[in-house]
């Protein structure tokens, strides 16, 4: 009877244990999931940012991403109001991706499409728009009038000038991936969490059982 007795513990004891690595290991199978899909590449920002509007035209397009990203197979296509506005092939350093433009870009909105692939094989792809606009240049290239002075007044009056619209900053483009990041790690605390408390649940189980 006591040996009948142990043997059930035993198995309790066993049963218990498997049910707990069971669970851990789901938990660890969730965290290297979330950590493997939050390690993709994604655009950080761009210049000339995406939607804005400059007032002469840029050399270059810069694109700054989170990672690394392989130098075979980046490709960046501009094209404006001209068709073809790039000048060469993109040059690759690190997470930073420049693509040269051609000189004397027109006036006009223009499409930024890109594909990279990250070190860890995987392809990211997008498209934004600038535009170009020559108002601001014209303006501020004008000559100022000479001081003016009224007849019957010791007083000079000067026209005021205008000034020109300073270029827009780069803006970082917002990952959509922070959200799905901050829910796979949520998600893989829960399920720590309920994997604690099950084993908890179960060992303290086994305990009464034996001393039953």
């Known amino acids: 009877m006591f040996m009948e007795s142990e043997g059930k513990r035993r198995t309790i004891r066993i049963t218990v244990w498997v049910a707990v690595l069971g669970l851990l290991l789901g938990v660890l199978s969730s965290i ?13 920002s761009i210049n000339p940012a995406d939607g804005g509007t400059v007032a002469t035209a840029p050399r270059q397009v810069t694109l700054e991403f989170n990672e690394p990203i392989g130098a075979s197979f980046a490709t960046v296509t501009v094209t404006g109001p001209s068709g073809d506005a790039g000048e060469g092939r993109p040059q690759v350093d690190g997470r930073t991706v420049t693509q040269p433009l051609a000189d004397s870009l027109p006036d006009g909105k223009y499409s930024v499409s890109f594909r990279v692939v990250s070190e860890d094989g995987h392809p990211v792809s997008d498209t934004t728009t600038f535009t170009i606009t020559g108002a601001s240049a014209t303006s ?11 007849s019957g007044a010791n007083t000079t009056t000067a026209s005021p000038s205008t000034s020109s619209t ?8 917002t990952s959509a991936d922070d959200g799905g990041q901050t829910l796979r790690l949520g998600l893989a605390v829960g399920v720590g969490a309920l994997a604690v408390a099950a084993g908890t649940a179960l060992v303290a189980a086994s ?3 034996g001393r039953s």
């Open 32 to 44: 290297i999931s979330a950590v493997a899909a939050d390690a993709h590449a994604a655009l950080k």
């Open 207 to 209: 305990r009464r059982r």
């Open 140 to 150: 501020s290239s004008e000559p100022v009038p000479e001081p003016t002075t009224t």
């Open 166 to 173: 300073s270029e827009s900053p780069a803006t970082a483009t």
